[in-house]
Nanobody
Framework: QVRLVESGGGLVQAGGSLRLTCASSGIITSVFNPTTVNWYRQAPGKERELVARISRNSVADYADSVRDRFTISRDNARKRVYLQMNNLKPEDAAVYYC?????????WGPGTQVTVSS
């Protein structure tokens, strides 16, 4: 079964850190490695927004709101993508999703909840 699954969310105090993992399954290496993978988030009552993305060559791009605090990386051997989130703020609280175009499908994981207490 082709899927993406996020993990690593939780409750953290403002200023704290979390590391999210996007694990793929059912995707062969030659399909995973060349694919740009995205992290999105959606807070209650807000639209889903792109947080960060990483290309096949590990070129990263970030939303202005998280630049210099979040770092996206990928491990092609394990077919995983990570999002290291530092100095978390209450406004970072959301459900975080990973996403990519695999086998001509717009594939999404079920999401992982991040809660930041002030």
């Amino acid at each position: 079964q082709v899927r993406l699954v996020e993990s690593g969310g939780g409750l953290v105090q403002a200023g704290g850190s979390l590391r999210l993992t996007c694990a793929s399954s059912g995707i062969i290496t030659s399909v995973f490695n060349p694919t740009t993978v995205n992290w999105y988030r959606q807070a209650p009552g807000k639209e889903r927004e792109l947080v960060a993305r990483i290309s096949r060559n590990s070129v990263a791009d970030y939303a202005d709101s998280v630049r210099d605090r979040f770092t996206i990386s990928r491990d092609n051997a394990r077919k995983r993508v990570y999002l290291q989130m530092n100095n978390l703020k209450p406004e970072d609280a959301a459900v975080y999703y990973c996403n990519g175009q695999f086998y001509s499908r717009d594939l999404w994981g079920p999401g992982t909840q991040v809660t930041v207490s002030s």
